[in-house]
Every structure is written in structure tokens, then in C-alpha cells.
């Protein structure tokens, strides 16, 4: 019999576009030599376009999914995306609390790509009081590391800072403090993505207690991409399972990202989707022209 490869649970909601959540965790860690496990915490209703509504899956049905699949076969790391509830947030830090050897990775998507928010301020508050301390790595991109270290701590976001971004000061908030803000929360590593920054290049840094462990300068790719962040966290994921560290898995999964979205095509009408199967068909390496 074959030797079985490493096996990664995931907890998001279905995608059925294919370009996000669930569907993009199978296709990245299928691609990166993983075989997936999922466990869906909620069904939404999008397109490539942005996110019209979304079913959360009963917290008890969670529960029992995760159970079910975690009694059978071993797991080498878990990979956290859209979550869907409150409840969601709470029973599967109870699962997580059962396997404190098994590294977290956390994709805290607050908003579609459009905006449409996937996350309350309640949800917020669970993720970083439950699943931060819990959590070998956080994944945010800028504005979601804003948002988090702002209400995080359960004193900011008052009820007229809402989650369009208008609490001025925290927008204002160095990176590099909001990192340390979640760290302090118990999170061991955070990486931001400086896909929202205004640069030239995309910087993501990677953080630790001590401060920066890697800062990655990648080229900035034209047009706007449906479901880079699961790609990202779930590929690195895929490399902690595979026995990289940390700081290898990040700088793996970067490159693995990157050229899954420079391969990327636009199937409808709105964003592009990564090709998490880049390797396997004949790509150019050029990136194509922006949308005009």
C-alpha cells in the first residue's frame, strides 16, 4: 500500500465558485502533496464578484464533523477560515483545545474581496479570546490587522466604529504594532500581507515575539484575485505538514501563491482565480496585462 500523505483539516465555508474557502483549501493542498480534510462551517450564496449571503452551519453539526473525521485519522496541522458563527468560534476552540500539538494556522477573513463582511464584531472578540492563544500563525492581510488589534482587546470598536474602517485612529496603526497587539493575545507568529498597502512591490512580513523574523518583497501582480488568502494559509499549512519550520513554510507558501495568482484566470464576470495547478499545465511565465 501506498505511503499515506500528510493530512490537513480545514473549518470554512463552500465556496461554490471554486475560488475561495473550502474549494481552495482542497485544490492548494491537494496541489502541495496534502490530503484534505474539511469540515464546513457555513454555505454561501457568491460569485466571483463579491458574497450575497451566507448559511452557517449549526455549531453542533461542527462539532460533530470535526469529531468524527479527528477519532479516525491523523491530522498534521489545522487551516481556520470563514467560520460563520459565534458558536462555530467556540466549539472548535473546544477541538482545538484537544490537540495543542498540532499547529494552527488561522485566515481571519472578515470581508469579501467586494466588502461584504463575514465577521461581527462579537465573532471578532471569540477569534482573538479563543483561537489566538491557540494559533502558531495568523494571517491577516493589513486592514484585517487593524481591525483585529483595534477590537481584539474588548475595549475598542465602540458601536459607531463600524467594520467599513471608521475608526481613524486604528486605519493609522503601525503594522508592526498590531502584530505585537496579537502576539500579545497569544498567537505565537503573525504574517501581514501588504496586499491593501500602498507599495510597489507586495511586502509581507512574519512576526514573532522578538519582532520580525522574515520580510518577503514579491512583485505586484495587475488585476484583483478571489480566494489569495486561503491559497496563502492553506499552502502553508500544506508545507507544516510537509516538515518545513515556520519560517520555510511562510517562504514556500509565498512562492507557491504568487505563481498560482500570475497563472490565475477570470472564468465570470469579476475577480481572477488563482491556478493552484500552475505546475501541471503549460503557463506562461510573463505576467498577463492588468484589466483595462
Not at 463579491?50 to 460533530?64: F, I, N, R, T
Not at 491577516?140 to 458601536?159: F, H, V, Y
Request: proline share 6%; net charge negative; charged share 20%.
Amino acid at each position: 500500500m501506498s505511503t499515506t500523505p500528510p493530512i490537513v483539516l480545514s473549518f470554512a465555508a463552500s465556496d461554490p465558485t471554486g475560488g475561495a474557502g473550502l474549494q481552495a483549501d482542497l485544490l492548494t493542498l491537494a496541489s502541495m502533496g496534502c490530503h484534505p480534510l474539511t469540515v464546513v462551517t457555513g454555505i454561501t450564496v457568491q460569485d466571483t464578484r463579491g458574497v450575497d449571503d451566507m448559511l452557517p452551519m449549526e455549531a453542533e453539526w461542527v462539532l460533530d464533523q470535526a469529531r468524527r473525521l479527528l477519532e479516525d485519522m491523523p491530522v498534521a496541522a489545522f487551516k481556520l477560515g470563514v467560520l460563520g458563527s459565534l458558536e462555530n468560534i467556540e466549539v472548535i476552540a473546544e477541538v482545538l483545545s484537544d490537540y495543542p500539538d498540532i499547529p494552527v494556522i488561522l485566515d481571519p477573513v472578515l470581508a469579501s474581496g467586494r466588502g461584504d463582511a463575514l465577521a461581527n464584531e462579537a465573532m471578532i472578540h471569540a477569534m482573538c479570546a479563543l483561537l489566538l492563544p491557540q494559533t502558531t500563525l495568523i494571517t491577516p492581510n493589513s486592514i484585517e490587522a487593524r481591525r483585529l488589534a483595534d477590537l481584539g482587546g474588548g475595549e475598542g470598536g465602540d458601536d459607531d466604529e463600524g467594520a467599513d474602517g471608521e475608526a481613524g485612529e486604528a486605519e493609522e496603526l503601525p503594522l508592526a504594532d498590531c502584530a505585537a497587539q496579537l502576539i500579545e493575545l497569544g498567537c505565537s507568529h503573525v504574517l501581514i500581507t501588504g496586499t491593501h498597502e500602498q507599495s510597489t512591490d507586495v511586502v509581507n512580513t512574519l512576526y514573532a515575539e522578538a519582532g520580525v523574523v522574515r520580510r518577503d518583497s514579491w512583485k505586484r501582480l495587475p488585476g484583483s484575485y478571489h480566494g489569495s488568502g486561503c491559497t496563502l494559509a492553506s499552502a502553508i499549512a500544506a508545507a507544516l505538514a510537509n516538515g518545513l519550520d515556520l519560517a520555510e513554510a511562510v517562504r514556500e507558501a509565498q512562492e507557491y501563491t504568487w505563481q498560482a495568482l500570475a497563472a490565475g484566470f477570470r472564468p465570470g464576470m469579476g475577480q481572477f482565480i488563482p491556478d493552484r495547478f500552475f505546475w501541471a499545465r503549460e503557463v506562461e511565465h510573463d505576467p498577463r496585462p492588468g484589466e483595462s
